[in-house]
Every structure is written in C-alpha cells, then in structure tokens.
C-alpha cells in the first residue's frame, strides 16, 4: 500500500476516497489469497490422491500458517508471514510445538 495511504491509515485521517481505495486495496489482496489457496488445495488434493499410499508410509504431514506476527516469531527477515512446514509427523509435530510457543511469547 502507499506509504502515505498507510500513514493516513494510522493516524486516523482517511477521507472517503481514502477509504475506498483502502477497501479496494484489501479486497483485491483478498481475492487473490483466497484463488491462490485455492489453486493449492486443488494441486494438493490431486497428488494426494495419486500417492496416497506412498505418502501413508512415509507419514508425511504438513502445515502451513499465515500471520501478521509469524514473521516476527519465526525469523527477522521473513516480510511475509507465511511458514511452511513439511516432513514426517513427528518433525512437524515438534516444529508446530515450537512455534506456538513463540507465538504465544508475543
């Protein structure tokens, strides 16, 4: 978003074009999160299906987590808060754990 938008945003001094581009800004950013879940959630269930029982025996799992504060939980230079854990059950499981604690540190 620009900066200044941004800044107008904070600081509580949006008029009603403001406002609009804002809701505009975030609906378009919406749009395009929920289409690339989407996408993902379908190539997913697709290999899923194709390996379902190579993917039992090797006791793959995997869990992915969007946040505003992951960033800040996980590492300093990741902008975008998004965390992808994949592995077998018991990596995940410990990584998962850890996470949460940091999460719940903030």
Known sequence: MEKSLMEKL?????DEIDKDMI??????AMKKVLTLCSDFQKNFKELQE????????????????????????????????????VG???DV???V?????KLAKQ
């Open 23 to 28: 809701v505009c800004r975030v609906s378009e």
């Open 88 to 90: 077998g059950q018991k």
């Open 10 to 14: 904070r600081n509580g001094n949006c």
């Open 93 to 95: 499981i410990k990584l």
């Open 50 to 85: 194709e390996y379902d029982d190579e993917l039992k025996i090797g006791k793959f799992a995997m869990v992915m987590a969007v946040s505003t504060c992951l960033d800040k939980a996980v590492t300093k230079d990741n902008g975008c808060g998004l965390m992808g854990i």
């Open 97 to 101: 754990s850890e996470l949460t604690e």
